[in-house]
């Protein structure tokens, strides 16, 4: 697996050779001379963009001005210390926190230069589009096929039979799991161990076809092994998903992420490459959080 340095260097030669308007260098993710950091393709359209997001539990304040372009392809850590909002933030891509009475929201979020929270908006496609894996893996008390397929029954995405057991198989497949389950597709999901389960609600969630992935605190119910195989697929998914990933693990952050965005009291205090908010973030309180000083 490509470290995340490694990938961080690859991003900054690919932003040099772009600057000066020169292809995409080959071997671009091969370790590049230290330079100072820049935001992957600080010019290209970002999947999603947040501008001036206050975020309101009745008449609690808890984000703050938070504005952060997310780019596709890339995974984009958030961290920061428990109840800075990173939860809130997440929630809020897929309109997620509507659910919640007596919440507002100020400000935008872009999704492809839509305004997810327009009158016109389709709320169950957006929630679609941008799935969501929560910290305790949810499995519904069916088999472990069903949970796969509820999706694309619901949002009526398969024409026969044929078409939908294909798609849960490809959907298992993604997630890194169907290897383990492959003879026992009709089993109750609640049998599998805590890390397949998590694996599952990962193919359910890819079975939909969203676009963007979601995650909070995917692994931290796991242990160490089922957490680097987590670890793995969301390395390998974002070839094919813009992923945002919350986590209270340094180095996890630090393995899976391209971008590290840090929160501090409903605030976003600096994003940048993941490298060099950990190596040399431009703010003595991300540098304080990230070395272990508080949180
Ligand atoms: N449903 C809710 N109703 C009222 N307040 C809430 C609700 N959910 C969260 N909050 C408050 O919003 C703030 C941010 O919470 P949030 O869950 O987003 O934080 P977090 O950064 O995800 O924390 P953690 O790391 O502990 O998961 C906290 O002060 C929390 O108490
Ligand atoms: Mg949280």
Same mark, same amino acid.
């Given at each position: 697996?490509?470290?995340?340095?490694?990938?961080a260097?690859?991003?900054?030669?690919n932003?040099?050779?772009a600057k000066?308007?020169?292809?995409?260098?080959?071997?671009?993710?091969?370790p590049?001379?230290?330079?100072?950091?820049?935001v992957?393709?600080?010019?290209?359209?970002?999947?999603?963009?947040?501008?001036g997001l206050?975020f309101?539990?009745g008449?609690n304040r808890?984000l703050?001005?938070?504005t952060?372009?997310i780019h596709?392809?890339?995974?984009?850590?958030?961290?920061?210390p428990?109840?800075?909002?990173k939860?809130?933030?997440?929630r809020?891509?897929?309109?997620?926190?509507?659910?919640v009475?007596?919440?507002?929201? &100020?400000?935008?979020?872009?999704? *492809?230069g839509?305004?997810i929270?327009a009158?016109?908006?389709? @709320?169950?496609d %957006?929630?679609? /589009?941008v799935?969501?894996v929560f910290q305790?893996?949810?499995?519904?008390?069916?088999?472990?096929?069903?949970?796969?397929?509820?999706?694309?029954?619901?949002?009526?995405m398969t024409?026969s039979r044929?078409?939908l057991?294909?798609r849960?198989?490809a959907?298992?497949?993604a997630?890194?799991?169907?290897d383990?389950?492959?003879?026992?597709?009709?089993?109750s999901?609640l049998s599998?161990?805590?890390?397949?389960?998590?694996?599952?609600c990962i193919?359910?969630?890819?079975?939909?076809e969203?676009e963007?992935?979601?995650?909070d &605190?995917p692994a931290?119910?796991? *242990?160490?092994?089922a957490?680097?195989?987590i670890?793995?697929l @969301?390395?390998? %998914?974002k070839? /094919?998903?813009t992923?945002?990933?919350?986590?209270h693990?340094?180095?996890?952050?630090?393995?899976?992420s391209?971008v590290?965005?840090?929160?501090?009291?409903?605030k976003l205090?600096?994003?940048?490459?993941?490298?060099?908010?950990?190596?040399?973030?431009?703010?003595?309180?991300t540098e304080?959080?990230?070395?272990?000083?508080?949180?």
């Amino acid at each position: 697996m490509e470290t995340a340095t490694g990938y961080a260097r690859g991003m900054l030669l690919n932003a040099e050779a772009a600057k000066a308007g020169q292809p995409r260098a080959p071997g671009a993710d091969s370790p590049a001379p230290a330079r100072e950091s820049v935001v992957p393709n600080p010019e290209s359209d970002p999947k999603i963009a947040v501008a001036g997001l206050n975020f309101y539990y009745g008449p609690n304040r808890v984000l703050d001005g938070v504005t952060l372009k997310i780019h596709p392809n890339q995974v984009t850590a958030l961290i920061g210390p428990s109840g800075c909002g990173k939860s809130t933030f997440l929630r809020s891509l897929n309109r997620m926190n509507d659910i919640v009475p007596g919440t507002r929201v &100020e400000g935008s979020i872009l999704i *492809d230069g839509q305004d997810i929270y327009a009158p016109s908006v389709d @709320v169950v496609d %957006l929630r679609r /589009r941008v799935g969501m894996v929560f910290q305790k893996s949810n499995p519904f008390p069916k088999s472990i096929f069903e949970n796969v397929a509820y999706g694309l029954r619901i949002n009526r995405m398969t024409r026969s039979r044929e078409e939908l057991g294909g798609r849960v198989e490809a959907s298992l497949k993604a997630a890194a799991l169907w290897d383990e389950v492959r003879d026992r597709l009709h089993a109750s999901a609640l049998s599998l161990s805590g890390g397949q389960q998590q694996r599952l609600c990962i193919a359910r969630a890819l079975a939909v076809e969203p676009e963007i992935l979601l995650m909070d &605190e995917p692994a931290s119910a796991l *242990d160490p092994i089922a957490t680097q195989r987590i670890e793995e697929l @969301v390395y390998q %998914l974002k070839d /094919r998903y813009t992923i945002v990933i919350v986590t209270h693990n340094m180095q996890q952050a630090a393995r899976v992420s391209d971008v590290t965005a840090f929160f501090w009291l409903g605030k976003l205090i600096e994003s940048d490459l993941t490298n060099k908010i950990f190596t040399a973030p431009a703010e003595k309180l991300t540098e304080d959080y990230v070395t272990g000083r508080f949180g």
